[in-house]
């Protein structure tokens, strides 16, 4: 299944990601895309399992569930390149 950038950045928070800037829960958003350090790559955020950490997926496969100190938003060009794939 193909995003358009359109579509993904209704999801998206408005500010800017600063550097390397990691999340804490109350700024994470179901359907985001994320940059997770830990695995190097962009993933989307799907749920929460605790305070600490949340549900992830790489393109519909792959599910993860990083510490969301581990994420930080993903950049213009990291999300078209997810899209890309």
């Known amino acids: ?38 695995n190097k790559r962009v993933e989307r955020v799907i749920g929460t399992i605790s305070s600490q950490r949340v549900v992830t997926y790489h393109h519909k496969e792959d599910e993860k569930y990083p510490q969301t100190e581990k994420l930080r938003l993903a950049t213009d060009s990291e999300v078209e390149s997810y899209l890309s794939d």
Request: overall charge positive; proline content about 0%; charged content about 30%.
């Open 1 to 38: 299944m193909k995003f358009s950038l359109a579509s993904v950045t209704s999801f998206r928070h408005t500010r800017e990601s600063k550097g390397k800037q990691t999340m804490k829960m109350k700024e994470i958003r179901n359907g985001s895309l994320y940059f997770n350090e830990e």
